[in-house]
């Protein structure tokens, strides 16, 4: 890569993580119009009207944006990978916390990087506050708020590294070396 290149890669990169924590900011915020400027326009109208019930049936929400991998397909197109923690008062005065994974996709358009589409948004695990996520029921979230998230269990990778010895994410026995080992994965 030239010098010019290189540096329009960091700018690349500093633009996009920026994407996810204004993304945070915003829904926090409930900035309606905020939110909307971080995605491309032609999905905006539609996805305006598809922030506003979830966000709804929900009162606070904090959102702490953390892991963030992005990948470049070309100069003007990438896809991400983004960590989440959400604590989220979901009805009344109940708090749930949620572990969430963010698959994006990103699109440059007049020097300027976006969300290409709708955030793909998927839950390790949702649960009331206090309550252990391990051996909840399928949250299928946006149905449920609370439960089982599909991930990490439909990543290859993950499948692959467990040789299919649970669906659930529980394969690890109790004597194993990584069993509950944070960044075992």
Known sequence: MTLAERIDRLD???QIRQLAARYGRDLDARDMDGLLELYVPEVRDRLREAFLLPLRSVRITVLHVGTHVIDFQDADNATGSVYCHAEIQNTGENWISQAIHYGDRYARRDGRWYFA???????FYGADHG???????PADWPTHDTGTGTVPMRWESWQEFWGGESATGTGASASSPVAGRPGAH
């Open 131 to 137: 309550v252990a996520p391990n051996g909840l029921p």
């Open 117 to 123: 589409r709708a955030r793909r948004h998927e839950l």
């Open 12 to 14: 690349a990169y500093r």
